[in-house]
């Protein structure tokens, strides 16, 4: 289980996240929804450490997630980035592979190879791929290498950041459906940011709402649209009108 | 206006230079302690051997040869005024080997492989690349910096003595070709002038610029802003910084070398 208490993060006078608690039970998955520059991606990053929260605690399976040992806490974790952030030096089974190709998950080359095969078969796209560089791929080819990346460890907690964003409704329905296949498959427990609330629909068991710093709405995805709240309701109709302002 | 605005302006400009001096140093530090520490990555080691050394030996070979063929002609030159024409081969010999056989390779080192990673890690850091490699418990200052800085380490005083050797050959084919030297004496000269201390200096002043500009690369690559304009800001700034720490080096190991 994830849980986030009381967190606040401000870069210079942006007063990002300001007190955000979010609870995520283990082998769900959650979606945090928000307009842009909300702290969505700020607070996925707070958990993964990428950022230090100015103030309050994240708890990982109710361990401090700021203490410990880091190289074993980030194995358990697998992100699918934004936009995808394969690494342009190598070819895509070696991106895939990454994290068995050195450090405690390190494998033999050839088992590696094989496994980041299977994970990108497994996400629709063919071994023939395996030798390509990420230059050579679509926007869409390259996010399902991401994906591949994310889950070739088999980690517990996978986040996805923005995962349809740039893509064609149709890739997006793709994606929306893998990322749902592979966490229910696998058991894993699942953070996605989005503002597309086809992923949100596709992807979520609960749908937490940021504004303002902090969770406005949180419950389970059947009862978002009946959820009475009025940033939640904003958000879903794309309306102008309500209590987020449309001029950020 | 207050009257010590300006103080108070240059002031802050100090203390903030002061703080970059504090970052710049604790970056190298901290880099310096990844090449020591596990685990390596002798992939990422090779490849950064092949770009700075390797790949950098054409631009170095043909700065060093023009660079020696045009110090032999001006001294040549300089040298008739006051009928000091024979002391072609000693002094294109120190002058490569002591001052622009290093601090020339050392400027271009700065202007292609500093620009090259910096631009690389910034490119990497707005992409979320260095993010990436977190996430996959990799450390960047392990995978990106420690490779690239040891093997400047290593390539650039070798860059050098080739850098040394081509330029005195320089002076050598122009001196010989145009300038009526004989090459059996012009050979005999140079080396009987050149002392272990000249090619020593030559050497460290060679690690110590690879270093600088390999950490420079690295420094503003990893503190890049955002976007393509932080990703060009980065590249000019680790350029800049780099020639000027470069040159500040020279003139402190020229110090150490042959005014102690």
């Not at chain 1, 194995?75 to 991106?95: E, H, T, V, Y």
């Not at chain 2, 002061?18 to 710049?24: L, S």
């Not at chain 2, 090259?116 to 690349?129: D, L, N, P, R, Y």
């Not at chain 2, 059996?184 to 270093?211: H, M, Q």
Request: charged share 15%; glycine share 12%; hydrophobic share 50%.
């Amino acid at each position: 289980m994830i849980r986030m208490e009381n967190v606040h993060k401000a870069f210079g006078e942006n007063h990002v996240l300001q007190g955000m608690n979010l609870e995520i039970p283990k082998g769900t998955s959650m979606v945090i929804i928000g307009g842009s520059g909300t702290g969505k991606s700020v607070a996925l990053k707070c958990i993964l450490g990428l950022i230090k929260p100015d103030n309050g605690m994240i708890y990982v399976d109710g361990k401090d997630a700021t203490k410990g040992d880091r190289d074993a806490f980030l194995a358990r974790f697998g992100m699918l980035f934004q936009g995808a952030a394969l690494f342009d030096s190598l070819p895509i089974w070696q991106n895939v592979a990454f994290r068995l190709l050195r450090g405690p998950l390190k494998r033999p080359a050839d088992y590696a190879r094989e496994i980041a095969i299977d994970k990108l078969r497994r996400v629709g796209l063919k071994a023939n791929v395996a030798d390509r560089f990420p230059a050579e791929l679509s926007g869409g080819m390259q996010k399902r290498v991401g994906l591949a990346r994310a889950i070739a460890a088999e980690p517990e907690i996978i986040f996805f950041d923005e995962p349809t964003t740039g893509l064609d409704p149709i890739m997006s329905g793709v994606i929306n459906d893998l990322i749902r296949e592979i966490v229910t498959e696998m058991g894993a427990t699942a953070m996605t940011i989005t503002h597309d609330m086809s992923s949100v629909r596709a992807i979520a068991d609960n749908v937490a709402m940021l504004h303002g710093g902090v969770i406005q709405w949180t419950g389970p995805v059947g009862q978002m649209d009946a959820s009475g709240d009025p940033y939640v309701e904003q958000f879903i109709s794309g309306s102008a009108e309500g209590p987020i302002e449309a001029v950020r | 206006m207050n009257p010590l605005s300006p103080l108070g302006g240059l002031g802050r400009a100090i203390l903030n230079l002061f703080a970059v001096f504090g970052r710049v140093a604790l970056f190298a530090l901290d880099a310096v302690s990844h090449i020591v520490r596990p685990p390596f990555y002798p992939r990422e080691f090779a490849l950064a051997l092949l770009n700075i050394g390797w790949l950098s030996l054409p631009v170095v070979g043909l700065t060093a040869i023009f660079t020696g063929g045009a110090l032999a002609l001006q001294i040549y030159a300089g040298g008739a005024r006051f009928n000091a024409e024979a002391v072609v081969p000693q002094i294109v010999a120190i002058g490569m080997v002591r001052e622009l056989g290093p601090v020339l390779v050392g400027l271009m080192i700065a202007a292609r492989v500093t620009s090259s990673i910096a631009a690389e890690i910034a490119t990497m850091k707005v992409t979320e690349q260095i993010d990436a490699l977190v996430t996959l418990s990799t450390h960047p200052m392990k995978y990106l910096t420690a490779p690239r800085v040891l093997a400047a380490l290593i390539t650039v005083p070798a860059l050098v003595g080739v850098g040394d050797i081509i330029g005195i050959a320089g002076g050598y084919t122009v001196a010989t070709q145009n300038l009526g030297f004989n090459p059996a004496a012009y050979l005999k000269n140079t080396v009987d002038f050149l002392e272990a201390r000249d090619i020593v200096s030559s050497l460290v002043k060679g690690a110590a610029f690879g270093v600088i500009a390999a950490i420079m690369g690295c420094y503003y690559g990893m503190n890049s802003g955002r976007g393509a304009q932080g990703v060009g800001r980065a590249t000019k700034g680790s350029v800049e910084a780099a020639a000027v720490l470069i040159l500040a080096a020279n003139f402190v190991l020229t110090g150490v070398f042959f005014s102690l």
